[in-house]
C-alpha cells in the first residue's frame, strides 16, 4: 500500500503541475486573443474612416462636376444676351443667369463644406492610423513572446504527459478510476495527508480507529467525508 500510494502522491503532484501549466498557457492564449480583438478594434475603426473618407471625396468629386456643370450654363446663357430681340425673352434669360449663379454658390458652398469634413475626418483617421500602428508593434512584439512560451509550455505538457503515463501504468485499474474520480469531483485533490486525527483535504475529523489504521493498514483508506484518499507522514 505504501508504494501504491507513494506513486498516487507523486502522480497528484505531477497533475497540479500539469493544471498549473494549462491554466498558464489559457491566460497567455487568453492575453493573445485580447491583443489581437483590440487591433481589429481599431483596424475596423480605420477602415470605417478610410470608407467614410472615400464617400466624402466622392461626393465633392460630385459637386464640382454639378458647379462646373453649372458655370457652363451660365457662361452659355450670357453668350445669348447680344443676340436676344425682344424683352420678354432677355429677361426670362436674366432670370436663368441668376439662377444658375444662386445654384453655382450652393454647390460651391457645400463643396466648401465637403472640405472641412475630409480635413476633419482626415485628421482623425491619421490619428486612429498611429494608434494602429503602435498597437500592431505591441502585438506582433508580445505575440512573438507568447508564443514562445506557449510552445515551451506545450514541450513541457508533453513530457510531463508521457512521465505521468509511465506512473499511472504501474498503479491498479480499479485505483487509477477511483483516482480519476476524485480528481475531477475534488477540484485536483484526490490523495491528501491525514494529520493529528484530520483529513488535510476537508478540515473534517477522522474516527480515531481509521486514523490509527493508516500507519499499518495494507489498503488504502478513503476519508469517509469527502472520500479522498489519505496518507500519513511520519511524526
Known amino acids: 500500500m505504501q508504494e501504491q500510494m507513494e506513486l498516487l502522491r ?24 485580447a491583443l489581437g480583438a483590440d487591433q481589429e478594434r481599431v483596424q475596423a ?12 471625396q ?16 451660365v457662361k452659355k446663357a450670357e453668350g445669348r444676351l447680344p443676340s436676344i430681340k425682344t424683352q420678354k425673352e432677355y429677361v426670362a434669360v436674366l432670370k436663368e443667369i441668376d439662377t444658375a449663379k444662386k445654384m453655382n454658390k450652393d454647390i460651391h458652398d457645400r463643396i466648401l463644406a465637403k472640405d472641412g469634413e475630409i480635413e476633419s475626418l482626415g485628421r482623425e483617421m491619421e490619428e486612429k492610423q498611429a494608434e494602429l500602428a503602435a498597437i500592431s508593434a505591441k502585438v506582433a512584439a508580445r505575440r512573438t513572446e507568447i508564443e514562445a512560451n506557449l510552445a515551451a509550455f506545450d514541450e ?16 491498479p485499474l480499479p485505483v487509477q478510476k477511483r483516482y480519476q474520480m476524485l480528481l475531477e469531483r475534488r477540484a485536483g485533490v484526490a490523495v491528501v495527508e491525514a494529520r493529528k486525527g484530520t483529513c488535510l483535504g476537508c478540515n473534517m475529523h477522522l474516527p480515531p480507529q481509521l486514523f490509527n489504521s493508516l500507519f499499518t493498514s495494507r489498503e488504502i483508506q478513503t476519508c469517509p467525508h469527502c472520500n479522498r484518499m489519505l496518507f500519513v507522514l511520519p511524526e
Open 156 to 171: 513541457n505538457l508533453g513530457e510531463k504527459s508521457t512521465h505521468r503515463d509511465a506512473l499511472l501504468k504501474q498503479v
Open 45 to 56: 475603426m480605420v477602415d470605417s474612416l478610410a470608407a467614410d473618407l472615400d464617400r466624402l
Open 10 to 33: 507523486e502522480l497528484q503532484g505531477l497533475d497540479q503541475e500539469l493544471l498549473r501549466v494549462r491554466q498558464n498557457r489559457q491566460k497567455l492564449e487568453a492575453e493573445l486573443a
Open 58 to 73: 466622392t461626393e465633392r468629386r460630385e459637386l464640382v462636376q454639378a458647379l462646373a456643370q453649372e458655370q457652363e450654363n
